[in-house]
């Protein structure tokens, strides 16, 4: 096909190629740039600025009054400090480790099972497969009210098939230490649909002839996964679990509207004590608050960094 | 072969289990007030009741009304703002395209709080809080990166000799990018704009730290003050948690390869 368009290779740029080709635009880089200009004031309004707005809230001492006025004394790094040493820095640190270390490998393994189930071609599959979306689908209000409503300790659903069963109620959403095991079925149950997608277009790209000569080998079912699925799924694996581990370090409806972190911080994580410091209380911290959300964004990021290198990577071989 | 009858059965099993949720949402928003507190709860809305729904119409329709507004200018903003941008970093080879792809794929990952705290102080300052184009305007944020993404992948797809025909008949990038790349991206737009719409749809952190308490409430907000206020009638919540998801399943229902495109797009390339 190259060989039909007559156009000189196009390294050539600006005059060069507007000599040889006078039909062409003269100036791509300026086309090109009033395309994304549009986009580039937006990202430096509405992404920029807000981040660098809450760099400024997280380094001043913030008061009702100043907030509005704007003239707030700059603290350095005494808002951080204060986070530091509140008695809820630990426990927020280790909820938001273990919801999202728990809902990231029961959203793989579980995501990954069904990926391979739904991967076999029977009747309904790919129906039965399209339905499983539907909870990645609704709005998360919707997601948190239901299960609030199916893990209420005295009509919910839930303790009535532990009943029934033998078990006896427990206190899903208002006994500290279940609070936070409740908030991480429910964002598991969020997260399978994601994993399934994902795991399952990978599935597809593994050729099926492996599969067969491994059967014609006598590679039984869980053989053929461990030694051909599983190895060959490992950089759409990477690529997923990245992405999940990003996506569920800043989850904040499904606890907020579950349990407000509570009772007492029991369920709290760096998002939800974020948003408690800023706007929780009727007396804002909007400095701290600031703080504490910053502290995500790190963490965010240097995630996200590894998630954009393992994917060049894998774009690149 | 022969268990294949056996596996459309375990996948069906495994589905009814994956959506009970969904089922049971349904069931209590049938439910009657007085069988809400029945133990063990009803498998079956035995005494089936639209009170729910009543509630929903009586009390839900402006927050409803509102959501739709939202949802709609998200798109309008997000598609405005992303096709032409992926249409440059697909075909026009700008220098510096791959920062700004970098950069819009870090911006998806920032926080949803850390936006809002920011969006809410720049809106004190310029008045814009409690204000309609305010929130369409955060909302945005959270599908245009995205957005950008999804087109710019799906415009390297088309050919660049077509391209080349069209700027050889004179016309220029603005006029290529009108007629014939944007006519070309039709699947994509439609991808776009129902993430775009059911992002909106759905935000509840940008409505709760910047309209809440406003004239104009999203559906989000008005779940939320719902479970708040009174939270014996879960038949009236749980109708308004059905009628505000069905957006996602009409869209599951009539759109449901751009969905699965959508999912995908963004993890994997194949």
Redesign the interface.
Known sequence: ?SQ??Q?PP?RTDSDGAALKAP???VS??W??????A???L??GL??A??????ID?SLRHYTVRS??R?DAPFTGLANYRMVFDDPTFAPALLHTVVFTGVCLVFQYAIGLA?AV??H?N????AT?R??????????????A??????LNS????VN?VL??VGIGPVNWLTSPSWSLTSVIIANI?IG?P?NL??LH??LQ?IPASLYEAAALDGANAWQRFWRITFPLLRP?SA??LL?GL?YT??V??IIW?MTKGGPADSSTTF?TW??QL??GNLLPA?GP??AV??L??LA??V???I??RV?RK??LS | MRTRPLKTALGLLLTAIMLFPVYWMLNVSLTRDQDMRKSPPGLFPAHATLEGYRAVVDQQLPYLGTSLVIGLGTVALTVALAAPAGYALAKLRPRGGGILGFVLLVAQMIPGIIMAMGFYAIYLQLGLLQSVPGLIVADSTLAVPFAVLIFTAFMSTIPGELLQAAQMDGAHALRTFWSVVLPMSRNSVVTVSLFAFLWSWSDFIFASTLVNGGAHEPITLGIYHYIGNNNQQWNAIMATAVVASLPATVILVLAQRYVAAGVTAGAVKD
């Open positions: 096909m039909m368009t156009v196009p039909r062409r635009p791509p880089q086309a090109a740039w009033a395309f994304l549009p986009v580039t937006y990202l509405f992404y600025y807000p981040l660098y707005r809450n809230l907030f509005v704007g069904l189930f739904f076999q029977f009747r309904l599959s039965l399209a339905l499983f979306l539907v909870p990645w689908l609704l709005p998360l209000i919707v997601s009210s239901t299960w609030s409503w199916m005295d009509s919910g659903v009535a009943h029934a149950w399978v994601f997608v994902v277009s990978g790209s759409v690529i997923t992405l990003v370090l800043k904040f409806d509207i998002a974020s948003y800023g706007f909007f608050g600031a959300g910053n995500l964004v965010a990021l995630f996200g960094l998630y954009v994917q894998q774009a």
